[in-house]
């Protein structure tokens, strides 16, 4: 009797300590009117500026074609996600807004769009964003370094021109998406930094190769890498990692793990390293 008294107790206080605790739940946020703001942003009088683009769900659209820094427009259907700037400096950040806990979307209706131009000057450009689809030309643009991160995302990626200035290096990361990247060569990088999770990936070196440059490709399971590199550029494909389905076309010899294309000019060099998957060699 004095143990069922007990745990009686013991209920009872617990009960009491519940409802003691405020415990918010996250509400479903419902969208508002449809709202298309303009940006416009002017380079900052610095040598050296930095642009970081911070963005969640939705469509981004970047192109060449401003006068200042950034130009363009945002069109958002959630007071949430409207578009901070932040200059400091030499840097300046356009991120979406602020969200917190209690703010959870409905996807299916969320409206979120980025369609912004860049300017011509010299920068360095980072984009960090989640689950989102970017359609991003970089012809002609001046890029310094360029940095990319992303979740599970669609992305078509295009040097259509030479960057008329020397990129430092070219970061991307990203998770199970589809991302091509087309137009390499015109980027004009010294090193680029390929990372995946398993998805499907294309990438595309046409252009005109103005130096020597190097690969390095980390990629996990089930990825479907597909390498073109255009005739008659020099190039070497070491491949390290798992078990992979390798298929050189015409063109590519092979040593080991090692394949060559004999061309003139400068050279590009891969190191890739792979879990389990496809990789083809083209041109």
């Not at 300046?92 to 959870?104: D, I, K, Y």
């Not at 005109?208 to 990825?223: C, F, H, P």
């Not at 590199?229 to 390798?246: F, H, M, R």
């Amino acid at each position: 009797m004095l143990r069922k008294f007990t745990i009686l107790v013991a209920i009872l206080a617990l009960t009491t300590m519940a409802c003691g605790f405020n415990v918010n739940v996250p509400r479903r946020a419902e969208p508002g009117p449809e709202v298309t703001e303009n940006i416009r942003i002017p380079y900052p009088d610095e040598e050296e500026v930095s642009l970081k683009l911070s963005f969640g769900a939705g469509e981004m659209t970047l192109s060449p074609g401003a006068d200042g820094l950034v130009e363009g427009t945002a069109t958002y259907n959630y007071e949430q996600v409207k578009p901070q700037v932040k200059t400091d400096g030499g840097t300046v950040q356009v991120r979406m807004g602020e969200t917190h806990v209690n703010f959870l979307p409905s996807y299916n209706n969320l409206k979120n769009e980025w369609n912004f131009k860049l300017g011509s000057q010299p920068v360095d450009l980072s984009i960090e964003s989640g689950a989102y689809k970017g359609e991003f030309e970089f012809g002609g643009l001046a890029l310094t370094s360029l940095t990319i991160k992303d979740g599970a995302a669609d992305v078509a990626l295009s040097f259509s021109e030479p960057n008329p200035v020397e990129m430092s290096i070219f970061q991307y990361a990203t998770g199970a998406s589809n991302v091509k990247l087309t137009g390499l060569a015109n980027a004009n990088f010294s090193l680029l930094n390929f990372s995946s999770g398993a998805g499907d990936y294309t990438l595309d070196f046409s252009g005109e190769l103005q130096r020597d440059a190097s690969v390095t490709i980390e990629t996990g399971l089930s990825n479907v890498i597909i390498i073109i590199v255009p005739e008659g550029v020099n190039a070497v494909v070491t491949v390290e990692g798992g078990l992979s389905n390798i298929s050189a076309g015409p063109g590519w010899s092979q040593s080991g793990n090692v394949y060559k294309q004999s061309g003139e000019g400068p050279t590009l060099t891969f190191v890739i390293e792979m879990g389990m998957g496809n990789l083809t060699l083209t041109r």
